[in-house]
């Protein structure tokens, strides 16, 4: 999981199993963001379509913006408005093809996470200098 800028910067980043649900692992996400660049706007697909989350972000300062699931059986808690700022979200998946070229990457080589986190860290520290 990637956390990027408004320009698909990546400006933190965690590694986990592929078996625990996306939204458990989204708070843990914002606790690794690098530097003091503070996140204000969440933009997430329909995983993240969650009450408790989104109050858990909401006492934290950042806003949760992503739609509803189809079969949601509460009331939605956010206008249309907001989802407008949803089209925003090809800027995530742009980052996530500037990772995809670092072979290394997309296919697992390594069998130790430890080597795994290492080439990912230095693709996204690629990514930050070819921007600068």
């Not at 933009?43 to 408790?52: E, L, M, R």
């Not at 990457?105 to 080597?115: C, G, I, N, Y």
Request: a positive charge.
């Amino acid at each position: 999981m990637i956390v990027v800028d408004g320009e698909g910067i990546p400006i933190g980043l965690t590694l986990g199993s592929a078996s625990p649900a996306e939204v458990k692992l989204i708070e843990a996400l914002l606790n690794f963001s690098y530097g003091k660049s503070k996140v204000k706007r969440l933009i997430y697909d329909k995983a993240a379509d969650s009450d408790p989350l989104r109050m858990a972000l909401k006492k934290r300062g950042v806003d949760l913006i992503c739609p509803h699931r189809r079969n949601r059986r509460k009331a939605p808690l956010q206008d249309g408005r907001k989802l407008r700022r949803y089209d925003r979200r090809w800027k995530v998946e742009r980052t996530f093809a500037w990772l995809g070229n670092y072979r290394r990457l997309v296919v697992r080589w390594e069998r130790k996470l430890s080597m795994y986190r290492a080439f990912f860290h230095a693709a996204c520290m690629m990514i930050v200098l070819k921007k600068l």
